[in-house]
């Protein structure tokens, strides 16, 4: 079976105060007091949709393109862009200021609140939607969770517009916790609700001493995503090939194969493969260059969503021979130096971070302005042959709507060098997940 888990948490910190404060006007009631907001219920606008993933889609392949040259990124780097800006989302609603025009450009949300907000909540909602109807089928495996949860100071001042905000458009109920007096305890709770989750995929997310008595809020996003190919590929088909990394050299990995018609796209910069999963809503996404002996940096430098999503508009139904390795992998990234580069560096500092419309204070007020500590983000991806059932009951659809006929030579398609993949969700035009192999070998 194919999974994939991913996190994202987000560290708030208080100023460090040299003496006792007098605590805010606002002070936070406890979860079961916040009354339920009262915005009038708005049907989401198709346009205000297709803009708000195209700016996602932008921010994803920006900074993945960054991360290709940080020092924790390896042969396998893998994030997921949907897990990132969920998490970030909840911190903009706190924003103001200064702090939340760094956070709009660089994250590149193209839509004004309250629609923001609306539009990742109806993303949450079609991608709910999407997982229920795949259980109906109980022969093919297909389980997307997206969640959301807070943990915040119970005496942090925090405001109820604020807190009813994230509950209604991004699910995330808040923990009442005493950071004072148990960091490293609630520190343990938060690994342990992320563990369960991401199905113990994701472990140790928040490492030692990442929350200490001046934490004042985590915000954390988890996406699990487990599924069956529409059409399997047979184990028996399964050989040692090999594979020219991303190094020069060539390693045998275990290539699986199977011949059928699929989405691909050939070009003379591109050559791209499609392979649904269960549904075919969400499929993976495989890119190299066309160039096999081209310059595989460079060719992904390029990569822009522009470039993106023309592949994906060229995709079309061709009988190809595909070879695709099998592998397992995942990443770790401290992701603040990254967003301070990419252009949101108030939002990390101690002295000029504005998050008022999170608890009442502006910055520079000592024990109660906020700023974001860390990011850090963790993925998980195991992908191999597995869906056999899933291909055997999909044959009959295929038969059915493809009507096309036989080619005596099916277009062969390698995936023998480094590529490029993404975790795609076709009816939202949303990235769940995007990276990169440059050995399949490596873990």
Known sequence: MIRFAAIAALLLAGSTACEPVSEPESAM????????????????????????????????LAAFRRLLTS???DDHLLISPHSILSALAMVYAGADGGTREQMRDTLRFALDEPALHRAFGTLDAALAERAKVQRQDEA????????????????????????????????????????????????????E?????????????????????????????????????????EEENTRDQPFTTGAG?????????????MPAHVGDDTIAV?????GRDVSLLALMPGDAEGDFDAWLGGMDRGAFDAVVAGLERRRVALDFPKFTGGSSFRLSDLLQ????PLAFSRTEADFRRMNGVGPGVLGQSLYIDEVFHKTFIDLDEAGTEAAAATAVVMMRLTAMPVE????????????????????????????????????
Request: aromatic content about 10%; hydrophobic content about 40%; proline content about 8%.
């Open 408 to 443: 005596d030579d099916p277009l062969e398609i390698r995936f023998d060098r480094p590529f490029v993949y993404a975790i795609y969700d076709h009816p939202t035009e949303t990235i769940l997940f995007l990276g990169r192999v440059l050995n399949p070998l490596v873990e």
């Open 274 to 278: 499609s392979l649904p999963y269960v």
């Open 193 to 233: 609700w992320v563990e369960e989750q991401t199905r113990d995929r994701i472990r140790d997310l928040l490492p030692d001493g990442s929350v200490n008595e001046d934490t004042r809020m985590i915000l954390v996003n988890a996406i699990y995503f487990l599924a069956s190919w529409q059409d399997a590929f």
């Open 29 to 60: 009631p406890a979860a079961a007091e916040v009354a339920p907001e009262q915005e009038e219920v708005l049907v989401p606008d198709p346009s205000d949709q297709t803009r708000f993933a195209a700016a996602n889609r932008e921010f994803a």
């Open 71 to 73: 020092p924790e990124a």
């Open 341 to 344: 580069d990419m252009g949101m």
């Open 249 to 261: 050299t060539t390693v045998e990995v275990p290539m699986m194969h199977r011949t059928e018609h």
């Open 140 to 191: 093919r495996g297909f389980e997307l969770s997206v969640v959301n949860r807070l943990w915040g100071q119970h005496d942090g001042g925090f405001l109820p517009e604020y807190l009813q905000l994230v509950e209604r458009h991004y699910g995330a109920g808040v923990e009442l916790v005493d950071f004072e007096s148990d960091p490293d305890g609630i520190r343990g709770r938060v690994n």
